[in-house]
Nanobody
Framework: QVQLVESGGGLVQAGGSLRLSCATSGGTFSSYAMAWFRQAPGKERDFVAAITWSGGGTNYADSVKGRFTISRDRAKNTVYLQMNSLKPEDTAVYYC????????????????WGQGTQVTVSS
């Protein structure tokens, strides 16, 4: 069973950047599709971005397209979320997720979750 640990969250001003990391262990990294979700206070958890097991396919929520980039590093068993041009509405707890999948299209459902990392964007 894969374990996920997020890091890289923090407080940033609007227009700034952050890079989130999700370190994985306990599983074969290349067997998993990976994703980022986020949950703002009082709201449901929403999809942000996903990447296939190979890194060849990605998918983004409309609200982050052109600003966020998901990537993965096989050597480090880590997935990243580069967040640029941050807005106050990006404030949320960001969660890393994984699912065992060799699909060429990022899956919609995920089985494993990290504990989350807080991102706060001030105006």
């Amino acid at each position: 069973q894969v374990q996920l640990v997020e890091s890289g969250g923090g407080l940033v001003q609007a227009g700034g950047s952050l890079r989130l990391s999700c370190a994985t262990s306990g599983g074969t990294f290349s067997s998993y599709a990976m994703a980022w979700f986020r949950q703002a206070p009082g709201k449901e958890r929403d999809f942000v971005a996903a990447i296939t097991w190979s890194g060849g396919g990605t998918n983004y929520a409309d609200s982050v397209k052109g600003r966020f980039t998901i990537s993965r590093d096989r050597a480090k068993n880590t997935v990243y979320l580069q967040m640029n041009s941050l807005k106050p509405e990006d404030t949320a707890v960001y969660y890393c997720a994984a699912v065992r999948s060799r699909s060429t299209i990022p899956p919609l459902k995920y089985d494993y979750w990290g504990q989350g990392t807080q991102v706060t964007v001030s105006s």
